[in-house]
């Protein structure tokens, strides 16, 4: 049976090279737009000159929104629909109904929505995810007999059970060509393996995090942000691996969504080490806590006490050549604290973080079910 080999040449697993992905700023803008449903104002027959009329659907909880051109189908958020992609016909869910915006916010041509799933189509999408759970199993039979360096993460029937995909994460290059021949005389019909990375196997199986709650990449997060080392400093967190990594072994994602809060506040506050005046006399900076809008100070005339808390409004900044005694209080706010401060650079890329999830050279390329939508 015809059988795959993939390209060496590794993508991000939830984006297919030829579709057209938008970006979370694309989808802010199309909401502002009206949504036209049964319920309220139907879409013109004839369609104004510079607009189209979309609608957004996802292949899984989470993923990414593509774009499809729903022609005359009126579709409502949670609906299942049957999509044309680059596989052939897939299963998806509505996540945005029907709007008409300008064209210049969406790539042309837009694939075809076909229709609203019917009872047919989901007893057969049920089918399938039972299959899958079959083929995973066979399939981690077949790896073992092959002796291959390689975990399977999962296994994946198009909805037109036209091809079979298995994504599998490992640590270094594979060769599965013996294991595609294998399994495509098992199942008789196209085969994939895909290489995946250690985030994207985590957002595909799921959990709990830290905190909880189920996995942010699992639920909500599309795409995977550069996290460093230094958004975990400037936040005052432990430094410590096993206290600030996800359920993948990477920086937690959540780190980066305070980031901007944290970069302002300190850049409105002092710097530790920065010699201030408080009602209390002067004294040095040891301790600033951005979120209270406070610092920790350690007073000149009281180096015996522990450190004081001050409202960062309530201290000004020495200001220079004054003498370390003299209580001159127009030395500048707190506020103005940014002037005497360093800017804060970009976020790193830090080899510990989410800068990056890239496999090393492999038979197989990163790839996710968004390759669906071309």
Aim: overall charge negative; glycine content about 8%.
């Amino acid at each position: 049976m015809d059988s795959l080999l993939i390209d060496d040449v590794p993508v991000e697993p939830d984006v297919s090279p030829d579709a057209y992905v938008p970006s979370n700023a694309d989808i802010d803008r199309i909401l502002q737009y009206e949504l036209y449903t049964p319920q309220s104002r139907q879409i013109p027959d004839v369609i104004p000159a510079g607009k189209t009329v979309i609608v957004g659907v996802r292949f899984r909880p989470g993923g990414k929104t593509y774009f499809f051109d729903p022609g005359k189908v009126r579709c409502q958020v949670g609906q299942a629909a049957i999509v044309e992609t680059a596989r052939g016909q897939e299963f998806g869910e509505v996540c945005m109904g029907n709007r008409m915006v300008d064209e210049s916010l969406v790539v042309q041509p837009l694939r075809p929505l076909i229709r609203l799933a019917t009872e047919e189509d989901l007893r057969h999408h049920s089918q399938n995810c039972q299959r899958e759970a079959d083929a995973y199993r066979i399939g981690v039979e077949k790896i073992l007999a092959h002796k291959l360096d390689m975990k399977l993460v999962a296994a994946q029937y198009t909805f037109d059970n036209s091809k079979l995909l298995f994504y599998f994460t490992s640590d270094g290059r594979v060769d599965f060509r013996e294991l595609v021949k294998d399994l495509a005389g098992v199942f008789h019909i196209r085969i994939e393996l895909r290489q995946i990375g250690i985030r994207d196997e985590a957002r595909m199986i799921g959990g709990l995090g830290p905190c909880g709650r189920p996995l942010c990449c699992s639920t909500f997060l599309t795409d995977f942000g550069q996290v460093s080392m230094k958004m975990a400093k400037e936040q005052n967190l432990s430094l410590n691996a096993s206290k600030i990594s996800g359920c993948c072994g990477r920086l937690m994602c959540c780190l980066r969504y305070e980031h901007e809060t944290y970069q302002e506040e300190l850049r409105r506050s002092p710097a530790p080490g920065s010699f201030v005046v408080t009602p209390d006399g002067p004294g040095v900076v040891t301790e600033v806590l951005p979120i209270l809008g406070e610092v920790k100070v350690s007073l000149r005339n009281q180096t015996d006490s522990a450190p004081r808390r001050y409202k960062r409004d309530a201290v000004s900044l020495q200001a220079p050549g004054q003498r370390p005694g003299e209580d001159t209080r127009d030395g500048g706010s707190a506020r103005d604290a940014g002037r005497n401060r360093p800017p804060v650079s970009a976020p790193e890329d830090d080899l510990t973080g989410n800068g990056g999830d890239a496999e090393p050279d492999a038979l197989a390329q990163d790839a996710s079910e968004n390759d669906r939508a071309e």
